[in-house]
């Protein structure tokens, strides 16, 4: 999970780019599916840091079901965003096309919400 968290974090470094910001104030309806993203990915990285700390009680003997619950959870969270992120990055924003819906229909389908 520390991964998809650390490719998460390079994807959301990459909207800084010009062309990026460019496309995200043409097609402002993506902004906020981005801002979303961005803070359900901050909630991701502390409730990971959390679930981390479960494990390093020595005063419980259920932290490994406490861990691996939370832990379940936590990767739910943090696989959306990496999927969400990396698909409105590669799917809509770099697709190329001048409208991104004309060339993936998955850009209308996209969502900051966790289902």
């Known amino acids: 999970m520390g991964a998809i968290l650390s ?5 959301i470094v990459m909207f800084n ?15 906020p599916i981005f801002i979303k993203l961005k803070d359900i990915y901050s909630k991701a990285k502390h409730d990971y840091n959390l679930t981390l700390n479960i494990l390093k009680q020595n005063y419980t003997d259920n932290n490994f079901c ?8 936590t990767h739910k969270i943090a696989t959306h965003v990496y999927f969400n ?3 409105l990055r590669f799917k809509c924003i770099d697709s190329g096309s001048s409208i991104p819906e004309t060339i993936n229909p998955y850009c209308t ?7």
């Open 7 to 11: 490719h998460t974090s390079e994807t």
């Open 17 to 31: 780019y010009p062309r990026i910001q460019e496309f995200l104030k043409r097609y402002n309806k993506y902004k």
């Open 66 to 73: 406490k861990f691996m619950l939370k832990f379940v959870e």
């Open 85 to 87: 992120m990396d698909n």
């Open 109 to 115: 389908k996209l969502t900051s919400t966790i289902l």
